[in-house]
């Protein structure tokens, strides 16, 4: 007996000593170390400041959008740690990819852009306003005028034509999935109206918040016990609901649900609907304490982007906590036990961009599985780890702010009404034989706006 628990001991310490990641979880210092060594090897992917590369872009397979929640990471990052190693490069990143209309539509990704895409990059611009990010100057575009511009396309997109309402996830028609009604675009315009709501004091803001989330409870994508589902096609009405259930999309409803209670002071309302995502999701998303995605993780499907999911879910977990802080006590130890597996999951070697090497804490996806690194690796993986770690500092981080807390963001609420997408003409339709199920993915367009020459894959 004594043999043999000293066997696991040495084991255990072995094991431990194997990885990059040793936090002690009592030591704030500990945990900043370990994330810094995490965002490291997050950067290690991104090239886009040196010289002749594109600011904000991640080379393929990732796509635009996750660029944009990946500098978004990065402000917390700042915020929550302290360390500036990455303001520069995060601010280049944003500014360059906020195209002329200053609504993060670059000519070079509006034709394959979705709501969900650009409101990614919005989400980023409005937690730069919350947490006092560096503003730019004059000849800069102000981060909540830009969470303004796309807040302002999403009401003119708000399409009533099917299912009563909602926004597709395509802005265009010739895109593969406009005649889907999703859970992660509507969950976009719902996170920033309710958090414009709670930075401006503007009312317009909130009655849109209460619009998203009424019509996504009538067409069923939240259901009675706050399950929150992927999305269904529009052509039969949005009654064959795909009931995948992803981290995201709760957790986007979870810190908008937030920011209306605090918009609110307190209103019984958005206090039962934060408690009522938040009760359903530490069931369906844990597994004894420590997160997982359940449509791909357990069967070691997930793609690109899903490898991501978790890092926004943990941000959105860590802000509800600062916007309603009795959730704190349930909260906390869910992200403390997720942590500790991301960091035990942290311990690959893996490859970059360019060559660039991340040894022994490059981040495999399986938190569960602790210290048997899975083998995975990849841009998704590396923030969702970066991300577990440090937001467990948010007991002493500081709180977003709002324009009468110290948020010093100008704004523009007219912001985006230069924009003529509604109108525009795209190539014709694509035919059904080329459609790919919606949530799959995609039909990649290159080519300028406006340019003769059209070239479509699909995947
Ligand atoms: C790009 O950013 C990385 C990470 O901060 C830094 O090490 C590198 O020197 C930067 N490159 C240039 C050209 O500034
Ligand atoms: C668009 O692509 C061109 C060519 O790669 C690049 O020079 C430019 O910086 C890109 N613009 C944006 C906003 O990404
Ligand atoms: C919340 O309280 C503040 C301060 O009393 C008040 O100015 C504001 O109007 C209230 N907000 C709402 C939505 O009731
Ligand atoms: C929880 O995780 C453990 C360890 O990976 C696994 O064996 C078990 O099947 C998981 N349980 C559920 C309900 O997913
Ligand atoms: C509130 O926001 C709406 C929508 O952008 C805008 O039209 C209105 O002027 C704003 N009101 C104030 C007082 O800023």
Known sequence: MQLL???????????????????????????????????????????????????????????????GALFGTMIDYWAFTGDDTYVDITFQALQHQVGDDGDFMPQNQTLTEGNDDQGFWAMSAMTAAEMGFKDPDANGKQWLALAQAVFNEYVWRWDTSTCHGGLRWQVFTFNN?????????????????????????NTTYADWADNVWNWMSDVGFIDNDYNIYDGASDTDGCTEIDKSQWTYNAGMFL????????????????????????????????NNSVMFEPPCEPQNNCKTDSFSFKAYFVRWLAKTT??????????????????????????????????????????????????????????????????????????????????????????????????????????????????????????????????????????
């Open 5 to 67: 628990s000293w066997r696991i001991w040495v084991i255990c310490n072995v094991a431990l000593k194997a990885t990059a990641i040793d936090i002690d979880w009592t030591s704030d210092s500990s945990i900043k170390e370990g994330a810094a060594t995490l965002a490291y090897g997050l950067l290690q992917y991104y090239t886009g400041n040196e010289t002749g590369d594109v600011p904000g872009n991640l080379p393929d397979p990732y796509y635009w959008w996750e660029a």
């Open 322 to 459: 600062q916007l309603m802080s009795s959730t704190y006590d349930t909260i906390h130890p869910l992200l403390l036990a997720s942590a500790r597996g991301a960091a035990l999951q942290c311990s690959g070697t893996a490859t970059g961009t360019a060559g660039r090497q991340i040894s022994g804490s490059a981040c495999g996806q399986h938190w569960v599985s602790g210290a048997n690194y899975d083998g995975t690796s990849g841009v998704g993986q590396q923030m969702s780890g970066l991300s577990a770690v440090f937001y467990t500092l948010v007991k002493g981080a500081p709180v977003p702010f709002t324009s009468v807390t110290g948020g010093t963001s100008t704004g523009d609420s007219s912001g985006g009404s230069a924009k003529t997408d509604k109108t525009v003409a795209g190539p014709p339709p694509i035919t059904t034989a080329d459609k790919a199920g919606a949530g799959i993915l995609t039909t990649l367009v290159l080519g300028g706006l406006g340019g003769g020459m059209w070239f479509m894959i699909s995947e």
């Open 177 to 201: 999935g406009y005649d889907y009604k999703n859970s992660v675009s509507n969950g976009c315009f719902f996170n920033l109206a309710s958090r414009l709501a709670r930075y401006t004091g």
């Open 255 to 286: 810190e908008g649900s937030a920011a209306m209670y605090s918009y609110t002071n307190g209103s019984e309302k958005w206090e039962q609907r934060t408690n009522g995502i938040l009760k359903t999701a530490s069931t369906v998303f844990f």
